[in-house]
């Protein structure tokens, strides 16, 4: 049974900072990317940063600069800092792991963190 455990959100004010974590577990395959969605009221899922296998990273371009996600493969936990908060990024967070196996790719999604900027 796959868990992804969230957690770090919360209220803070425009130009604050956050720290995101997702820990997961029970499941023995290979982790090839993990990462965190955002999804605002009335818009669609967005990506918003991913680090998959090694370091390598990328980031949506709202959020560049300003976010910086990293990885403790020990862990297998997924943190995303997020600075320079602006009320934009009001969403709901939610983490991702891409486990393979057999050269397919499983996704699975945690339950998801609310962050809310005050401007």
């Known amino acids: 049974q796959v868990q992804l455990v969230e957690s770090g959100g919360g209220l803070v004010q425009a130009g604050g900072s956050l720290r995101l974590s997702c820990a997961a577990s029970?499941?023995?395959?290979?982790?090839?990317?993990m990462g965190w969605y955002r999804q605002a009221p009335g818009k669609q899922r967005e990506v918003v940063a991913s680090?998959?296998?090694?370091?390598?990273?990328s980031y949506a371009d709202s959020v560049k600069g300003r976010f910086t996600i990293s990885r403790d493969n020990a862990k297998n936990t997924v943190y995303l800092e997020m600075n320079s908060l602006k009320p934009e990024d009001t969403a709901v967070y939610y983490c991702?792991?891409?486990?393979?196996?057999?050269?397919?790719?499983?996704?699975?999604w945690g339950q998801g963190t609310q962050v809310t900027v005050s401007s």
């Open positions: 991702f792991v891409d486990y393979l196996r057999n050269y397919a790719i499983y996704k699975y």
């Open positions: 029970g499941n023995g395959f290979s982790i090839n990317a």
């Open positions: 680090i998959i296998t090694g370091s390598l990273t």
